[in-house]
């Protein structure tokens, strides 16, 4: 990487060491915190509950430093997984030195890392969500001879006092500027923190999702991430709702990343798109179309679709945004720039046109590879995901495309073209699976599936069953019907679940 372009790096700990963060070293730890006045080391991983836990270190002297950064912590595993009994639950927390950020809100100078965990013999303990995600990347890559890459979409909603002053049209906020939007400097330096962790985004923008209830404004907000390896995709979204909380917090707003908010309203997705890489050289398209690889991905994913949910909609909200004849998917099917499909292909740059010098004549036209920006998206998850458990989930269901004999046939058989839900498709809408309707159901996926994740270790038993007993604990499986037309009812369900992920 150019020296250019790592001073232009938002990671102040990059732009420091001036070596892309792949490569930091302990080393390089520790030089960092010498020349550069840090007092304090955070240790950050992410708990069964979804959310990072955060272990603080005062530095007092380099043999401290270099005893945490080379030996780790030890931990109490079972406050942080249900699935650890309390007979023998120390683990051991190890930083990852690439992840390496200054804290952007501490006012005491702050150096944080994510941890892995490993277990009493030092093995990786093979139900953290960490490494449930490398082992399926691991053995997505021993299948298919190729990387997968993942990113995400991260909708929220900001919730701050209504003026009434310049009022957007309720439910029209999509990239609206401000005045209109309220929110748009709070995402932007939501946004800055978020590079400054390490976060590689593509744009952030405003919503479609805005309206006001009990004196209150209600914002949707998105901010979209660059695919990159998917260890790191999980990482740079986990630190990204940290801070999203964290800086909310700070300026005395409220944000949720809650898959449905109220009745008639937009509720909040976490799209994740993936793309398959062999080098640098992006394998979704094959002579500007569609490749049969990413269409066997796309088989498998259609294939374990309803299982999916058991990783990505862990809330009984997330099945009130799961519903028909809205922009969230019921239907397990696939198609082109669609969105009412669950699987969307959606609009590359195959054109062949120099798009930049139609708009700009004074710039020659150039031949310009833009096969990298091609992905698929799976457009079911919620912000109430376990992220690693949902990308390994998604990167396992790849995998399992592959390994399909028939996956060409069921990519053609789900492949749809049209509005699902218009009246004229009834036919092609009942000859496809549909996406379960509570957290029970999706449990009874998963219980029916659960062999598919398991394979080749990567997901553990332990993991796949209190995945499955959490959802059922919820005991939810006639409750959206139970109270649809019930909007005090909903209104309780969606403050009881209002922190979820």
Known sequence: ??????????????????????????????????????????????????KLKTLNFVITNKAYLETILTCG???????????????SSDLYVLPRFSTAFLDPFAEIPTLSLLCSYFDKDGQPLASSPEYTLKKA?????????MEFHAMGELEYYVITEDTERFPAIDQHGYHESSPYAKMNDFRQKCMLYIAQT???????????????????????????????????????????????????????????????????????????????????????????KLSDAARKAIAGMMDLAESITAFGNKTP?????????????????????????LVRVPLGWTAGVDLCHASNPLEPSVDVDTTAKQTVEMRSPDGSADLYQLIA???????????????????????????????????????????????????????????????????????????????RS???RTLRSDIENNHKAIKKLVQTYFHCG
């Open 474 to 476: 919820f005991d939810d």
């Open 1 to 50: 990487m150019a020296n250019n372009q790592l001073m232009m790096n938002a990671n102040p700990v990059v732009a420091f060491l001036q070596k892309p963060s792949e490569d930091f070293t302990k080393a390089d730890i520790i030089r960092y915190v010498e020349n550069n006045g840090v007092k304090m080391v955070n240790f950050m991983y992410p708990g069964g509950d979804g």
């Open 73 to 87: 912590e030890r931990v109490d595993g079972s406050s942080l997984f249900s699935f650890i009994e309390a007979g």
């Open 198 to 288: 390490g976060g590689q985004i593509k744009y952030g923008h405003s919503e479609v999702g805005n309206f006001t209830q009990d004196g209150l404004l209600y914002e949707q907000n998105e901010i979209e991430f660059l695919p990159v390896r998917a260890e790191r995709a999980a990482d740079q979204l986990m630190l990204a709702k940290w801070v999203i909380r964290n800086l909310a917090y700070k300026m005395d707003l409220d944000v949720t990343f809650a898959p449905k908010i109220t009745v008639g309203k937009a509720g909040s997705g976490l799209h994740i798109h993936m793309r398959m890489m062999k080098g640098d050289k992006n394998q979704m398209l094959e002579g500007g």
């Open 393 to 471: 989930g998604l990167c396992v269901a790849c995998r399992h495309g592959f390994e399909m004999e028939d996956a060409l046939q069921v990519a053609e058989r789900t492949y749809v073209n049209v509005n699902i839900h218009d009246a004229a498709n009834a036919d092609k809408l009942s000859s496809l699976a549909q996406l379960p309707d509570s957290c029970c159901a999706s449990a009874d996926c998963l219980e029916r599936q659960r062999a598919v994740y398991e394979e080749k270790g990567v997901f553990s038993k332990a993991m796949i069953d209190g995945i499955i007993r959490q959802l």
């Open 317 to 341: 909200t997330s099945y009130f945004r799961l519903v028909p004849h809205q922009e969230a998917p019921t239907n397990v099917c696939w198609g082109d720039r669609n969105r009412s499909v």
């Open 137 to 145: 990347c691991q053995t997505f890559r021993e299948t298919t001879g």
